[in-house]
């Protein structure tokens, strides 16, 4: 077990000693005190050099600090009922916490409130460093190792290779050669040892829609949210190195469609349609003559078009049933077309377009595999532009870790609308003498309408004014 679990499982024990003591003792008591004083030691172990730490319930399992105790449930039995009774997500406990504002805590979870009345009786008590959030729904099991991965190789590099590759695959295809499967195994092994790390930085980059580039752009994007979505799902290393194949090469059966069909700024007809509908098995096709022999890989490229009521193109025989994987890549390949512009059609932002998928979950995704989706991109996906309560304009460069309404920020516009190189904020910052949040989001906007480079914003390059 690493120090992180021990310690984070002697703060547990020394929380539920102190509450056992707090119903048998009076909180002045030699006894009370003396378990008070444990917490508050464990507690500072806990804390260490961090700003905070935080505990919550995701899927009826304990998480702290975004680890899932999974080790001894009987433990942290009591404490999960109390969460799960009181519909309390997660609870922050701030630097500077003290034995009082601890007391507080326990005594109150010890009286099985709800969410509401636990927040009112924190601020009442005038509790200032304990308060309620919301996890983010991605937390690591906390025996997964990351994978080596050159750490001088940023998100931005590993994007730019992979879409190297993808160009390099339908180019090659197109002239009538083989490419080359072990380039492509290399970039699937990149993108997942950084998916490993952290899958926000390259996820924020799946925001940059290239007009002209679609396709390619459009297989990396796809590539990255599977991948990520996988990963979040709890498939190993080698199953997202499968699925990454899959989904990168996803459309290259595109390749055979003829340029006026894919670009045809208007509905097709039933002919051009039937076209389309072959890129999954031609894309089979291509991934076997380059020697791919994984099943995930082919399965998810010839059934990325299928729903998971098995309707779509191609037909599946009466008792089959698409892959589950087929269903994550199903899910991305939506999400990244729908937030995309094209000949025929605007870009949707990534708030609708999540409320539309969501009407057609049972029908076209797996509930499941949709609401993890929804959850890994929070609230505000990266990407998002929002209008924040200092009245300042910023773009969502990553999720929050500890609360899915507050991500980081990058500022863009001031209060004049006056374009910026602002800085990148955390909006888990917290006022301690306003005793709130130093700036949350008032609201989602969209990019086009405030004329925001958003992909500029993500890579880090100069903006340039919003005229
Ligand atoms: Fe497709
Ligand atoms: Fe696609």
């Given at each position: 077990m690493n120090s992180q679990l021990r310690e984070a499982e002697q703060f547990l024990l020394s929380l539920n000693a102190a509450?056992?003591?707090?119903?048998?003792?009076?909180?002045?008591?030699?006894?009370?005190?003396?378990?008070?004083?444990?917490?508050?030691?464990?507690?500072?172990?806990?804390?260490?050099?961090?700003?905070?730490?935080?505990?919550?319930?995701?899927?009826?399992?304990?998480?702290?600090?975004?680890?899932?105790?999974?080790?001894?449930?009987?433990?942290?039995?009591?404490?999960?009922?109390?969460?799960?009774?009181?519909?309390?997500?997660?609870?922050?406990?701030?630097?500077?916490?003290?034995?009082?504002e601890l007391r507080h805590l326990v005594e109150l979870l010890g009286q099985n409130v709800k969410r509401g009345e636990l927040e009112e009786e924190l601020k009442k008590r005038q509790v200032s460093h304990i308060h309620l959030v919301q996890l983010a729904q991605d937390a690591r099991k906390p025996e997964r190792q990351p994978e080596p991965v050159d750490e001088r190789v940023g998100a931005g590099a590993i994007y730019s290779r992979a879409l190297q590759t993808i160009r390099k695959v339908f180019q090659e295809t197109r002239l009538g050669k083989v490419p080359s499967l072990g380039e492509v195994q290399r970039t699937v092994e990149d993108m997942v040892g950084t998916i490993l790390k952290g899958k926000h930085s390259l996820m924020a980059l799946t925001m940059i829609k290239s007009y002209d580039e679609y396709l390619f752009n459009h297989s990396v994007n796809v590539g990255i949210l599977s991948m990520s979505l996988g990963d979040v799902l709890g498939l190993d290393g080698a199953a997202l190195r499968e699925l990454g194949l899959g989904s990168l090469l996803h459309d290259v059966g595109k390749i055979n469609i003829?340029?006026?069909?894919?670009?045809?700024?208007?509905?097709?007809?039933?002919?051009?349609?039937?076209?389309?509908?072959?890129?999954?098995?031609?894309?089979?096709?291509?991934?076997?003559?380059?020697?791919?022999?994984?099943?995930?890989?082919?399965?998810?490229?010839?059934?990325?078009?299928?729903?998971?009521?098995?309707?779509?193109?191609?037909?599946?025989?009466?008792?089959?049933?698409?892959?589950?994987?087929?269903?994550?890549?199903?899910?991305?390949?939506?999400?990244?077309?729908?937030?995309?512009?094209?000949?025929?059609?605007?870009?949707?932002?990534?708030?609708?377009?999540?409320?539309?998928m969501k009407k057609l979950a049972g029908n076209a995704f797996n509930p499941l595999t949709l609401d993890t989706f929804v959850d890994m991109l929070g609230i505000y996906p990266p990407g998002s532009a929002v209008r924040l309560t200092t009245g300042e304009i910023g773009v969502v460069t990553r999720p929050g870790s500890e609360d899915v309404s507050r991500p980081w920020v990058r500022i863009v516009q001031d209060q004049e609308g006056k374009t910026v190189e602002g800085d990148e904020v955390n909006l888990m910052e917290w006022n301690p003498e306003a005793e709130d949040y130093a700036c949350s989001i008032v609201i989602a906007l969209d990019p086009v309408v405030r004329r925001i480079d958003v992909a500029a914003v993500l890579q880090g390059k100069k903006l340039t004014p919003a005229g």
């Open positions: 509450w056992k003591n707090l119903g048998l003792y009076s909180p002045t008591h030699p006894a009370s005190a003396a378990a008070f004083k444990n917490l508050t030691i464990a507690f500072e172990k806990l804390l260490g050099e961090r700003e905070r730490i935080t505990l919550g319930l995701m899927h009826e399992t304990l998480v702290l600090n975004g680890v899932p105790l999974t080790a001894k449930p009987d433990l942290f039995r009591t404490l999960v009922t109390r969460f799960r009774n009181g519909e309390i997500h997660g609870i922050a406990l701030l630097k500077g916490c003290t034995l009082e003829p340029e006026e069909i894919i670009q045809a700024p208007r509905k097709l007809t039933d002919e051009e349609f039937e076209i389309i509908k072959r890129h999954p098995v031609d894309g089979v096709k291509i991934l076997e003559d380059m020697g791919v022999r994984s099943e995930i890989a082919l399965r998810v490229t010839k059934e990325h078009h299928i729903d998971f009521d098995g309707r779509g193109y191609p037909r599946l025989g009466p008792d089959e049933q698409p892959h589950p994987y087929s269903m994550i890549v199903h899910v991305a390949d939506t999400y990244d077309a729908m937030t995309t512009v094209r000949s025929y059609k605007e870009a949707v932002d990534p708030n609708p377009a999540i409320s539309r």
